[in-house]
C-alpha cells in the first residue's frame, strides 16, 4: 500500500463561519493503482487532494486524521520533511499549473532549477536527455526546451508542466483536471503515455476529474465524493457497470454514453447542501430517488464481495451516528 487515508477531516475555518469540505473520508490506495476521483464540482475533490498535499493555509484551515504515504503521516510532517518528499515522492499538476512557470526564464533553467533540487549535481545534459523524453511523451518537440513560457501556446504550455511533474520520477502524481482544457486528441495522446510510464515506472496516480471517459479509459480505480464524503469506492470495471449507491448511479447517468451514443443527458435533481452546516443522517438522502426512513441516520462503509466499498442503507450495514 502507497496511501492510506483515514478519518480524514478538512474544514475550512474563518471569522464568520467553518465549512466542512472533507469528512471522515477513509480510502487507501496501492501502488501502481490510478484512482479517479469523481464527484460533482464542490464536492471537496480538489480540497482532499490539497489538504493530502499540505498546500492550505494551515491559518485557514483544520485537518484532522491520518494520511500515511509509504511510513509517514502526511499530515504532521514539518516543512522541511514536505519539502523532501515534493516533486520527488509525490508531484502534483493542477488545472492552471501552467500559470506558476516563470515569464521571464526560459523553459529550460525552470527544469534545470526542479531537477536539481533533490539532485545538485546533475550535469545539464542528463537534464536535457530526461526532459526531451518526457517532451516527447506529452508531444512537443525538443525544441520547446529552449523557449520562453510566451512563446506557446496555453496547451503547449500545459504540457510541459505535466512533463516537468514526472521529472523526478515521482512514486505518487495527483493530476487535478491537469489534462481538462486540451483538446480531446491531445488529452487522450497524453494519459495513454502516462499510463504506459507508469507501469514501466510503477507510478501510482491520483487523477481529480469531472470527466467519466478519463477514468473508464485512464484508471483502474474510482472513487465518489458528494458533499465531502466518500460514497462509494472500487474497481472501475466494477462500479461503472455497475455502480450501487444511488449517487454514483446518478452521476454515471449524467454523462454522454461512454460509447459515444447520443443521449439526453439526466442530471440529479437538486442542490449541493450547504457545507457550513452539519447534517444528520444520509448526506444524499434529500437529493435521492431511493430514500428510505433509516436513511434519517448515518450510514456506515458497507465492504462488497466485489471489492466495492458503499455508504449507504441499501446494502445494509450498521449507522454510523458521529
Ligand atoms: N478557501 C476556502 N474557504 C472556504 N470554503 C472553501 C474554500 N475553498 C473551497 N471551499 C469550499 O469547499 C468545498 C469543496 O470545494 P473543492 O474545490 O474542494 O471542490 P471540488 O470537488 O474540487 O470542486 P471543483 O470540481 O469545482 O473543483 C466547496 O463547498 C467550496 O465552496
Request: charged content about 25%; overall charge neutral.
Given at each position: ?76 510532517l514539518s516543512e522541511e ?75 503547449m504550455l500545459q504540457r ?45 496516480r491520483i487523477m481529480i ?114
Open positions: 500500500m502507497i496511501l492510506e487515508v483515514k478519518d480524514f477531516n478538512v474544514t475550512y475555518v474563518n471569522k464568520h463561519k467553518r465549512v466542512y469540505a472533507v469528512k471522515n473520508v477513509n480510502f487507501n490506495i496501492d501502488k501502481g493503482d490510478s484512482l479517479g476521483l469523481v464527484g460533482e464540482s464542490g464536492s471537496g475533490k480538489s480540497t482532499l487532494a490539497m489538504a493530502l498535499l499540505r498546500l492550505l493555509s494551515k491559518k485557514s484551515t483544520e485537518i484532522s486524521g491520518t494520511a500515511n504515504f509509504l511510513g509517514r503521516d502526511l499530515v504532521n520533511e514536505l519539502k523532501e518528499i515534493r516533486w520527488k515522492e509525490i508531484s502534483v499538476v493542477f488545472q492552471k499549473s501552467m500559470n506558476s512557470l516563470s515569464p521571464v526564464h526560459r523553459i529550460r533553467t525552470q527544469v534545470e532549477d526542479i531537477y536539481r533540487v533533490h539532485n545538485p549535481k546533475a550535469a545539464k545534459e542528463e537534464i536535457r536527455d530526461r526532459f526531451t523524453y518526457l517532451l516527447k511523451l506529452v508531444n512537443l518537440s525538443d525544441r520547446v526546451y529552449n523557449l520562453y513560457p510566451h512563446e506557446l501556446s496555453g496547451g510541459v508542466s505535466i512533463a516537468i511533474s514526472l521529472l523526478n520520477n515521482p512514486k505518487l502524481l495527483i493530476m487535478d483536471e491537469a489534462t481538462t482544457a486540451l483538446d480531446v486528441v491531445t488529452q487522450g495522446q497524453i494519459l495513454d503515455e502516462v499510463v504506459k510510464m507508469e507501469k514501466e515506472m510503477d507510478m501510482t476529474t469531472h470527466d467519466m471517459s478519463v477514468v473508464a479509459t485512464s484508471c483502474n480505480k474510482v472513487a465518489v465524493m458528494y458533499a465531502g464524503e466518500m460514497m462509494e469506492m472500487g474497481y472501475v470495471k466494477e462500479v461503472l457497470k455497475n455502480p450501487l449507491h444511488p449517487y454514483t448511479e446518478g452521476l454515471i447517468a449524467s454523462f454522454p454514453s461512454l460509447k459515444g451514443k447520443k443521449e439526453k443527458l439526466k442530471s440529479i435533481e437538486g442542490f449541493l447542501p450547504d457545507l457550513s452546516k452539519r447534517y444528520e443522517g444520509c448526506i444524499f438522502a434529500p437529493r435521492c430517488s431511493k430514500v428510505m426512513d433509516i436513511c434519517k441516520k448515518k450510514p456506515a462503509e458497507v465492504k462488497m464481495d466485489n471489492g466495492t466499498v458503499v455508504r449507504c442503507h441499501l446494502y445494509g450495514g450498521e449507522t454510523d451516528e458521529e
